[in-house]
């Protein structure tokens, strides 16, 4: 197999295994939220809200850097990946001790069974980060078909305990709370699931290398220099996609959290669009950057067209959408009572999905910068926006909840999105054809009548469920739209391809 096709192999292979373990943290999310009340679902979200910042901090980027080092000489893998595993697991342990004991520490927290969800769930945080680390080796050969089937026999191992807790196990009356060891299980399961992922995986690379232990302090020191500009950057990113929760939990308790933490899953699932999408275009944008100027702008701008084309009907059709979303993906508990002045799930995608837009667009303006080697721009940036974002948040949760968070990180996202645009036009000039992009949102607001129409119609039919008709419905009417339209012509699909 030539490496073009490899390659081409490799990506599909993460694109195919991320869509089906998304399908499947959808079943996690519905399956938690139906046996645990909003407070639970609270609970259960900040333990793995407040490890995300302590296994971040083991990662350091060291995984970027591993793969780049086995791939300039492959002689050395068995080196390479037997020191950054020694390395790798002599942080993630050490850091999560920390986090187990800043948990027991943290007054808010006292009381809850969130320290010792956290205690228990540090072994999916350390099986999550070896399994990362031995992954690489499969990245720098090209055989991540093998981790994307090890991913997803593991997230399936997850949901069938899960599924053995609430109807076997520890099954709950209607209406009642689950039992803390019911509860305790939910998070067994996540162990259980990364440990099969681990030994898939580790049973596979060991085919390709030894996996040993190793100790080159002179080796470690090179790799630490190395990555932690990656290290830090990955920090940053994982701050500010997280603090709102953590944020939410000190300040308002766990109930906003277990309404925020749903509107977040549902996020989570689209926001890899974009990294995929800008992965795949950097080698030619880059390539297009140093040999002809003109060819990298019409890149950009295709690339501005497309990702402006897949999100901004996702932030209309959620935004009509959102309450029978929110029904599919999680319980009733979780929905907007306007009448009774609760305010749900479904209003804080509503404000979220704003977000993602931003999120989706400053992702290719940071890749711009990532191809002219200015990437420490995109530090500085998000430093800034960090700290607009824990400043915002600080200020509007303990009056607003989490609708303020959701409009801080609309806000925050808006900020990066912007700043990152205009420094990437100072080096590049880039051109952004404005008529195609009022085609889109035209097409987009079209789309949006048109299953706002649908929607009365599809509730007869199936109720909230409905909304599984009305899906793939307005993609087939947005399509036909964007051709109408003429807001994607042959010339960008061709150049797309490529």
Excluded: C
Aim: zero cysteines; proline letters at 3%; charged letters at 15%.
């Amino acid at each position: 197999m030539s490496i073009a096709r490899k390659i081409l192999s490799n990506t599909l292979w993460q694109i195919l295994g991320k869509a089906i373990v998304a399908i499947l943290s959808v079943a996690v999310v519905k399956i938690v939220t139906n046996y645990l009340t909003i407070e639970g679902y609270g609970e259960y979200a900040i333990v793995y809200e407040f490890l995300a910042f302590f296994g971040i901090a083991a990662d350091m980027g060291l995984f970027t850097i591993a793969v780049k080092e086995m791939s300039q000489d492959e002689k050395k893998i068995q080196k390479i990946i037997g020191n950054v595993l020694s390395l790798r697991t002599g942080l993630v342990i050490t850091t999560v001790m920390v986090g187990v004991v800043a948990a027991f520490l943290i007054p808010k927290y006292q009381g809850t069974r969130i320290p010792i969800g956290i205690t228990i769930a540090t072994l999916t945080t350390i099986f999550t980060i070896l399994n990362g680390t031995i992954t690489s080796v499969l990245q720098t050969k090209l055989k991540m078909h093998i981790a994307s089937i090890a991913q997803i026999i593991g997230k399936f191992a997850q949901v069938g305990y899960m599924l053995y807790i609430v109807l076997i196990a520890f099954p709950k009356a209607v209406g009642a709370e689950a039992t803390d060891l019911g509860f305790y299980h939910l998070l067994v399961a996540g162990v259980i699931g990364n440990l099969v992922m681990l030994l898939i995986t580790h049973s596979q690379v060991r085919k390709i290398t030894p996996l040993k232990y190793e100790f080159d302090i002179k080796l470690w020191k090179e790799v630490l220099i190395k990555a932690v500009p990656f290290g830090l950057a990955l920090i940053l990113n994982t701050i500010y996609f997280r603090i709102d929760s953590i944020l939410i939990s000190l300040i308002q308790g766990q109930t906003q959290v277990g309404i925020y933490a749903v509107a977040m899953r549902v996020l989570e699932a689209f926001a890899i669009i974009p990294l995929f999408f800008m992965n795949s275009v950097l080698p030619v944008l880059t390539r297009a950057l140093k040999e002809n100027m003109e060819k990298a702008r019409r890149i950009i701008m295709y690339s501005f067209n497309f990702l402006t084309a897949i999100s901004v009907p996702m932030l209309v059709g959620a935004f009509i959408l959102a309450y029978p979303i929110v029904f599919i993906v999680s319980s009733p508990e979780f929905l907007s009572r306007i009448e009774e002045g609760f305010y749900g799930s479904d209003v804080a995608l509503q404000i979220l999905m704003f977000a993602l837009v931003f999120q989706f667009i400053s992702t290719l303006f940071s890749f711009v910068l990532i191809a002219i080697n200015k990437q420490s721009k995109i530090l500085y940036i998000n430093a800034v926006g960090v700290l607009l974002n824990i400043t915002g948040n600080l200020i509007v949760i303990p009056i607003y909840g989490f609708i303020g968070a959701a409009v801080t990180s609309v806000v925050s996202q808006f900020f990066i999105f912007a700043v990152n645009a205009i420094v990437a036009y100072k080096y590049v000039r880039y051109n952004i054809n404005i008529t195609t992009t009022l085609k889109i949102l035209l097409s987009a607001v079209l789309m949006g009548v048109a299953v706002k129409l649908l929607h009365p119609l599809s509730y007869q039919i199936a109720e909230n469920a409905g909304v599984l008709l009305l899906v793939p419905a307005g993609a087939l009417i947005y399509g036909a739209l964007l051709l109408l339209t003429k807001a994607i012509d042959k010339d960008m699909l061709k150049l797309l391809r490529k």
